[in-house]
């Protein structure tokens, strides 16, 4: 069964940092491209960045970008999330998600899917 | 404001069917696979429909997908008050090299 076990949220000031973990297990990890999407209380899903099964291309969506930094250790199966310079409008439940395949470097964002989801982690930044 | 647009709510009563629109571009639907997310309150989105039309093991043949053009819509046949969750069509956009969703759509069963 693929498990997806998000750690590392918490209370935070703006400016300040956290980092988030994803642990991975069940499935080929490095053969699968990660992603974290968040949600903020009451609203949406919003996309905050993906990460190829390599590590080494990674995409960020333009509200977090020079911000966060989407990482992975293959040798852990574990997903990270650097969160620098947090602001209030970043509070949100941060998921883990499983993306689409890879192979050769290259992987098949297009034709993919987001599953399965973790639990989620609550990031809340104060003012 | 959402790169995909859903309608905020849809509603029925049981035992109807609900459709749920989702209108995007030829950078995102028109040319990558739609799926569909379920959410209840409280907890984790799940994947209910993936590659426009194609339903997750364990997942009722109530519930199905299409596209055409630059447009996606989910389908609820026989609607129960256990379907009264969230719904989310999402996929990837080329052009932004991301991950894009509509803005979600509340089914309720009148």
């Known amino acids: 069964e693929v498990q997806l076990l998000e750690s590392g949220g918490g209370l935070v000031l703006s400016g300040g940092s956290l980092r988030l973990s994803c642990a991975a297990s069940?499935?080929?990890?490095?053969?699968?491209?990660m992603n974290w999407v968040r949600q903020a209380p009451g609203k949406g899903l919003e996309w905050v960045a993906s990460?190829?099964?390599?590590?080494?291309?990674?995409y960020y969506a333009d509200s977090v970008k020079g911000r966060f930094t989407i990482s992975r250790d293959n040798s852990k199966n574990t997903l990270y999330l650097q969160m620098n310079s947090l602001k209030t409008e970043d509070t949100a439940l941060y998921y883990c998600?499983?993306?689409?395949?890879?192979?050769?470097?290259?992987?098949?964002?297009?034709?993919?899917?987001?599953?399965?989801w973790g639990q989620g982690t609550l990031v809340t930044v104060s003012s | 404001q959402s790169v995909l647009t859903q309608p905020p709510s849809v509603s029925a009563a049981p035992g109807q069917k609900v459709t749920i629109s989702c209108s995007g571009s030829s950078s995102n639907i028109g040319n990558n696979y739609v799926s569909w997310y379920q959410q209840f309150p409280g907890t984790a989105p799940k994947v209910l429909i993936y590659e426009n039309n194609k339903r997750p093991s364990g997942i009722p043949d109530r519930f199905s997908g299409s596209r055409s053009g630059t447009s996606a819509t989910l389908g609820i046949t026989g609607l129960q008050t256990g379907d009264e969750a969230d719904y989310y069509c999402g996929t990837w956009d080329s052009s932004l090299s991301a991950w894009v969703f509509g803005g979600g759509t509340k089914v309720t069963a009148l």
């Open positions: 990460v190829s099964g390599t590590g080494v291309t990674t």
């Open positions: 069940g499935f080929s990890f490095s053969t699968y491209a």
């Open positions: 998600v499983k993306g689409g395949y890879c192979s050769g470097g290259s992987c098949y964002w297009g034709a993919s899917w987001l599953d399965p």
